[in-house]
């Protein structure tokens, strides 16, 4: 998919993607590449936040809307923390084109577990 991380912590991931290579038949961006990468980058920023528990975290629900497309160019996926927790984290994940339109809009919602050995 091409996807790269430019930046880490507990308070922001953000990720970029290339639109090649990620089309649907009609050229356009395809929504299941959105959502792939979405949920990958707000769970990413899950693991950051539950490994400061010594736990990891697994995915129990997303959702996304759709906004607009793009054909070409690069997008950016960003994910900021709604709630960190102990249990549960929650996550909005936002979607943008090189001229900073939003694309897409995402939400991700992570169980923190313990480690298995």
């Not at 693991?47 to 736990?55: L, N, P, Q, R």
């Not at 102990?86 to 480690?115: A, F, Y």
């Amino acid at each position: 998919m091409g996807v790269k991380i430019v930046e880490e912590s507990v308070e922001r991931v953000v990720a970029t993607m290339p639109v090649e290579g990620n089309r649907q038949s009609f050229g356009l961006l395809h929504g299941g590449a959105s959502l792939a990468v979405g949920e990958a980058v707000g769970s990413w920023a899950a693991v950051i936040h539950a490994s400061t528990m010594g736990k990891t975290a697994v995915g129990v629900d997303v959702s996304a809307t759709h906004h607009r497309s793009a054909r070409d160019g690069q997008i950016t996926i960003t994910a900021t923390p709604i709630h960190l927790g102990g249990t549960l984290t929650t996550h909005e994940v936002l979607i943008t084109n090189d001229s900073g339109q939003r694309l897409c809009t995402m939400r991700i919602t992570n169980l923190l577990m313990k480690r298995k050995q």
